[in-house]
């Protein structure tokens, strides 16, 4: 398709005193632009009818695919503020080909990797009063596409489908700031099997997810830890985010995290940590942790760190952790210094504080 867009701006716009108001605790998720995209596909005509209109309702007959099989996927990425002025987002063609790799397992169409980045920009720049000037805030954009079929039939994947872009400037993932979560073990809930759609970032995942992180909280903790599907030892990710292990310190700190098997998702944040952490003088790796030695490791101090990563949070250090054999602190229980220097690094690239030295950053605006 060509990446031509049909025009139709809001005549509605929401009044700059309005905005700014909203702009000075967005919260995450929960305030959002003036406009978005959509694009349809069907059979017939293949990718059609892209547009920036103003933000609104779908309108949905009730026998509409995606509300009964769930076939849909999503990603999310933020746009950024730079002390210049401009506006950039983080490797989003990272993000426009995991997402074709979503399409692929959930039967549905890929969209050229140009018309998603050219969604994002459009957005992003009719709507850039949106994006936050205060420190750490940042424009978060949930790209995302939903089967749009009528009919209850299941014998085959829909044949028509709606690509949907809309933006929301956030705050803080996690309210207080970056401060060390408690996780806990699920070992009553798997969040995906081999075969699975755990590699995709499907929304049934996450709402498979929710009975499990509501058991975190009963049991005092911030976070779900996805476990294997087989075992219920091997770790794989905490709640919608890839984790990290750190053993040693100083010189000699490297960082391992579970490889992909399929079951865990790839994450963006996690793959450019990977790149990244080496360029800093930190050896990085995937392998295998289990429970028990998550645990020994560090009561002996050879684990001395964990931190969660994703796009929406960035970097999260783990403090405690809990299960139904016990429970122990990671190191002190405070966020330790490769966390903050990995952090630190990875914001300040994505800020335009630090130098891009692997391309990461698209200027949007």
């Given at each position: 398709m060509s990446n031509q867009f049909d025009i139709r701006?809001?005549?509605?716009?929401?009044?700059?005193?309005?905005?700014?108001?909203?702009?000075?605790?967005?919260?995450?998720?929960?305030?959002?632009?003036?406009?978005m995209i959509t694009i349809e596909w069907t059979e017939e005509e293949g990718w059609h009818d892209a547009r920036l209109q103003p933000y609104g309702p779908l309108s949905l007959d009730p026998a509409t695919a995606v509300l009964h099989y769930a076939q849909e996927l999503f990603e999310g990425l933020?746009?950024?503020?730079?002390?210049?002025?401009?506006i950039v987002t983080f490797?989003?063609?990272?993000?426009?080909?995991?997402?074709n790799t979503s399409c692929q397992r959930m039967a549905m169409p890929p969209i050229p990797e140009e018309t998603f980045v050219r969604s994002l920009e459009l957005l992003?720049?009719?709507?850039?009063?949106?994006?936050?000037?205060?420190?750490g805030h940042s424009l978060y954009l949930r790209p995302f596409m939903i089967a749009t079929?009528?009919?209850?039939?299941?014998n085959s994947p829909s044949s028509s489908f709606m690509f949907i872009v809309i933006a929301s400037p956030s705050g803080a993932y996690f309210t207080g700031g970056v401060k060390p979560v408690s996780v806990w073990l699920s070992e009553d809930y798997t969040r995906a099997a081999p075969g699975g759609t755990g590699a995709a970032k499907c929304g049934g995942n996450y709402a498979a997810a929710f009975v499990a992180q509501a058991q975190a909280?009963?049991?005092?903790?911030?976070?779900?830890?996805?476990?294997?599907?087989k075992e219920h030892r091997w770790v794989e990710e905490m709640g919608g985010m890839n984790l990290f292990f750190v053993y040693g310190s100083g010189s000699d700190a490297r960082i391992v995290t579970p490889a992909l098997t399929g079951t865990l998702l790839p994450g963006i944040t996690r793959d450019s940590l990977l790149q990244l952490a080496p360029d800093l003088g930190i050896p990085a790796s995937e392998g295998r942790i289990s429970t028990d030695e998550w645990r020994e490791a560090s009561a002996s101090g050879e684990l001395t760190e964990v931190f969660a990563c994703g796009t929406a949070a960035v970097i999260t250090p783990v403090g405690r952790v809990k299960g139904s054999s016990g429970e122990w602190l990671v190191g002190s229980g405070e966020p330790?210094?490769?966390?903050?220097?990995?952090?630190?690094e990875l914001v300040g690239i994505q800020y335009g504080e630090r130098p891009d030295s692997f391309g990461w950053i698209h200027k949007t605006g």
């Amino acid at each position: 398709m060509s990446n031509q867009f049909d025009i139709r701006l809001s005549e509605h716009r929401r009044p700059a005193e309005e905005r700014e108001r909203l702009l000075e605790n967005p919260g995450f998720g929960k305030v959002f632009t003036d406009h978005m995209i959509t694009i349809e596909w069907t059979e017939e005509e293949g990718w059609h009818d892209a547009r920036l209109q103003p933000y609104g309702p779908l309108s949905l007959d009730p026998a509409t695919a995606v509300l009964h099989y769930a076939q849909e996927l999503f990603e999310g990425l933020k746009a950024y503020r730079q002390a210049d002025g401009s506006i950039v987002t983080f490797r989003p063609y990272a993000n426009a080909a995991r997402f074709n790799t979503s399409c692929q397992r959930m039967a549905m169409p890929p969209i050229p990797e140009e018309t998603f980045v050219r969604s994002l920009e459009l957005l992003v720049d009719t709507d850039r009063d949106w994006v936050p000037t205060q420190e750490g805030h940042s424009l978060y954009l949930r790209p995302f596409m939903i089967a749009t079929q009528r009919g209850l039939g299941v014998n085959s994947p829909s044949s028509s489908f709606m690509f949907i872009v809309i933006a929301s400037p956030s705050g803080a993932y996690f309210t207080g700031g970056v401060k060390p979560v408690s996780v806990w073990l699920s070992e009553d809930y798997t969040r995906a099997a081999p075969g699975g759609t755990g590699a995709a970032k499907c929304g049934g995942n996450y709402a498979a997810a929710f009975v499990a992180q509501a058991q975190a909280v009963r049991e005092g903790c911030d976070q779900v830890v996805w476990l294997d599907a087989k075992e219920h030892r091997w770790v794989e990710e905490m709640g919608g985010m890839n984790l990290f292990f750190v053993y040693g310190s100083g010189s000699d700190a490297r960082i391992v995290t579970p490889a992909l098997t399929g079951t865990l998702l790839p994450g963006i944040t996690r793959d450019s940590l990977l790149q990244l952490a080496p360029d800093l003088g930190i050896p990085a790796s995937e392998g295998r942790i289990s429970t028990d030695e998550w645990r020994e490791a560090s009561a002996s101090g050879e684990l001395t760190e964990v931190f969660a990563c994703g796009t929406a949070a960035v970097i999260t250090p783990v403090g405690r952790v809990k299960g139904s054999s016990g429970e122990w602190l990671v190191g002190s229980g405070e966020p330790g210094p490769v966390t903050t220097r990995l952090r630190e690094e990875l914001v300040g690239i994505q800020y335009g504080e630090r130098p891009d030295s692997f391309g990461w950053i698209h200027k949007t605006g």
